[in-house]
């Protein structure tokens, strides 16, 4: 299934996409696509649904981030391998973490502001994994059952807040809009195999990504377990989970966002994001 949220900010019901490619309304069946409705025995239900008798939405609406509710947002740095030779960092012996705050999270075509203060503001095309049951402690081995979809993430970075003003990378990585999500959220038993995708984006038209999420350092199984040792982990939470070469930090000379700049990007089985860069309105 591919679950998602429609309609204004802060008004968004729940959908989910059929097999033609429209938003059928999903707000009889559940309140929102968060927390116990990502359950394995909640997606299963929903499974069952005759989708051709769930009223459509109109077309043009728009799409917001495909979970609600997130309780964190734990990304994963250096976790490919050429996108740590370009940054000029070593891989690390353990996964590199870090938050990016939950009231960066948009949808996957809404704009991103440019900060005021931004002077290096990147890209990163990212795998995203959905929680939909908790998870402490959990082994390598069982971790997948913890999972209830992925999705497309742009992990949008202020590379001079990241790692010009002091250690923490959090700052840089929390702007607001700086973490589209979706379009929807496609559930593991669709996504099937999720290290075999495709993954790219482009800015203007021109490739900067090409990549597969095959090129993973640390997959997803393990990112999961080794996560929920450091933290327990709860339906909606978010793992995002590194970006292959070609963000604008590693290209010679660096090349960074500006305003009016187009960012699409997208996975295979996922969908494709699109993000206009615009003047900061505060």
């Not at 989910?16 to 999903?26: A, F, Q, S, V």
């Not at 959220?185 to 597969?212: I, P, S």
């Not at 393990?222 to 982990?233: C, I, N, Q, R, W």
Request: aromatic share 6%; net charge negative; with cysteine.
């Amino acid at each position: 299934m591919k679950l998602l949220r429609y309609g204004a900010l802060g008004e968004e019901r729940p959908g989910l996409l059929d097999g033609e490619g429209r938003i059928r309304d999903l707000s009889a069946h559940v309140d929102d696509i968060a927390s116990a409705v990502l359950a394995p025995e909640s997606l299963a239900r929903l499974k069952m649904l005759d989708v051709a008798s769930l009223p459509l939405v109109q077309e043009g609406v728009r799409i917001g981030a495909p979970v609600a509710k997130i309780g964190k947002v734990v990304a994963v740095g250096l976790n490919f391998s050429d996108h740590a030779e370009e940054a000029g960092l070593p891989l690390p012996k353990e996964p590199v973490l870090f938050f990016k705050a939950t009231s960066c999270v948009c949808g996957a075509y809404d704009d991103v502001p440019k900060p005021r203060r931004a002077i290096k503001m990147d890209w990163e095309v990212e795998l995203g994994i959905v929680i939909g049951s908790v998870a402490a402690g959990v082994s390598k081995e069982d971790a997948l059952s913890h999972i209830a979809g992925y999705c497309v993430v742009n992990d949008v970075s202020e590379r001079y807040f990241q790692l010009e003003c002091g250690t923490q990378w959090d700052k840089g990585k929390s702007f607001d809009n700086f973490c589209p999500l979706g379009p929807y959220m496609v559930t593991a038993d669709e996504v099937g195999d999720a290290h075999e995708l495709d993954m790219w984006l482009e800015v203007n038209g021109e490739r900067m990504q090409d990549g597969n999420t095959r090129n993973m350092v640390i997959k997803s199984a393990e990112l999961v377990s080794y996560v929920s040792d450091v933290m327990t982990l709860y339906p909606g939470d978010v793992i995002t989970t590194g970006t292959p070469a070609g963000v604008g930090l590693g290209k010679t000379p660096p090349r960074f966002l500006v305003e009016g700049d187009v960012v699409t990007l997208g996975i295979e089985k996922l969908g494709n994001q699109r993000q206009r860069i615009v003047r900061d309105p505060r």
